[in-house]
């Protein structure tokens, strides 16, 4: 800490006193006297804030107004100190119901020199030492000619130990320091002593906390190997593989700092469990669908192996579904190239009913998915195979089986996922089959979609979605919906009923081998929650490439900020069928 010495001033933090003093003296009583300071303008802020007026009673008694002015004149340096003017005097001037408080602050304090002693391991001889003690000293956040602040001060010390302790010195600390003030020259002295300690390395790794769910959950997420060097980020890192798994709340991961034992210090990972099972109910309407509700079961230990099984029942009026997938433990995969990846695998079964522009489908699917998370960006393979029954209105039912290899890319560079400001999404589906291996159709299905969201100012926003698609194949005969394309809806060509522009079979819409649609949105936010919205679609779904027309849709919308994303409610205008419609839907970057 700093120290007072002849012919100098020492500062030991008066900024905290005087904030401390000033929130206690801050009473909220109504003030007779108004204060005018002159001072600089930081200063300024800080006085009014901390330094009130009077209390109304000073008028009829002088002695609260003397008092008050004595404690002016006391405080009002030791502010101006904290922030670097150590040579600081006010006057006070009682004007009749005014005070007139003028401060000369004199000349601002600058750093001269700063000063890092090293003790304990890292004062010791070699590269790797000399580099850590080079490191630590570029990393010190006050250099000579820099305005010297109390604030600064504390900072810096702060972030010079989280500096030194992040790797190896587990148990570094700062010993000394002191910060010498030479009030004439307006200079200031700082020297610190940094004690390392010795260096640490970690050892085994000790789980508690755990009861429901199999340690094995645990063991596949741990990468330390004992007697490596000891570093904050590593134990970071395993903190946040384990908190983001499906059946912890709580994770924390700590060693213990006890410079007598720095070898092979023991990991501890403290875990709290969430409840295995959990039963959801959910009501919902939009504009697509309807009314729609779904009952879901999350259990966390299915099979009693962790695994992760999401399943629900879901209904509206055109489409009803039920799921299960299981999702395995997470891993990891990668190289010394590609750097470490996050991986997932689940399998899936599924059932669904549809009934929608005159086509009636039912279909089962099985399918496995490998999961690969690396920053922004998503990739999903995997193999999966459905039959489905589809019968058209006024056309013949038909049965269609597929068995797909896809693949699913997905690239985010937005701010905010569920509220985007700027940035954009990328996402691209690619599956196929073959006669030759349990499918009616040779086919190849490839699709991708880009939305960029533009900030004009902190008001306006700019938004431009595409988005392609074409099924390579010699027909959509045999084809099973899921991997052919329909547009129209909240979330294509407003003004246009949900999945109502394609070819038609009989009296039905269905999907064809081609899409191409577009948007143009423009978003002029009136409040931090309320905007309204100006809008054109363009595009069409079709089973030849000439058929595909420029359908037009667009209109006015309203915008509101939800936690879940902005809700969209848009009146649009589809000029081909010239009705007007209302849409609902949530704008979330997926």
Known sequence: MPRHRRGKVSFRGLAVLALVLGVASAAEVRAAYTVEWEAPKELQALFEKHLPPPAEDATEDRGVLRRWMREVRRRAPEIAAAEGWFSAQVELTDEGGRVRAVLTPGARTTIDTVTIEFRGDLAGEGAFREARRRALESSWLLASGMTFRQAAWDEAKARLVDALTADDYAAGELVDSEARIDPVAAKARLR???????????????????????AYLVDRQLDIDPGEPYRTERLLDLQRALQSAPWFANVQVEIDRDRANPKRVPVRVTVLERPVADVGFSLGYGTDSGVRGEVSLRHRNALGRGYDMR???????????GYADFHLPQGSIGSL?????????????????????????????????????????????????????????????????????????????????????????????????????????????????????????????????AEAGYTIAPSRTGIPEDFLFRAGGSRSVRGYAYQSLGPRDGDAIVGGRYLATGTVEYVRWFSPAWGGAVFLDVGDAADAREDLDAVRGYGIGARWRTPAGPLAIDIAYGERDRKVRVGFSVSVAF
């Open 337 to 465: 190239l590609t750097g470490t990846f996050a991986m997932k695998d689940s399998v899936g079964f599924l059932g669904e009913h549809t009934a929608n522009q005159g086509l009636d489908t039912r279909r089962g699917a099985v399918a496995g998915y490998r999961q690969f998370l690396y920053d922004g960006l998503e990739l999903r393979v995997g193999l999966s195979f459905q039959v489905e029954q589809a019968k058209p209105d006024g056309a013949e039912r038909s049965i269609k089986r597929a068995l797909a290899p896809v693949g699913q890319l997905t690239w985010r560079t937005v701010d905010n996922v569920l509220d985007p400001r700027r940035g954009g999404v990328l996402k691209l589906n690619l599956a196929g089959g073959t006669k030759s291996a349990l499918s009616d159709q040779d086919f190849l299905m490839t699709y991708a979609q880009y939305q960029h969201w533009f900030t004009l100012s902190p008001k306006d926003q700019f938004i431009l979605r």
């Open 192 to 214: 610190l002593v940094v004690d390392s300690g010795p260096a640490f390395s970690l050892g085994e790794v000790q789980v508690s906390g755990l009861a429901r769910y199999p």
């Open 311 to 321: 399943s629900a029942l879901q209904a509206d009026k055109s489409r009803q579904i």
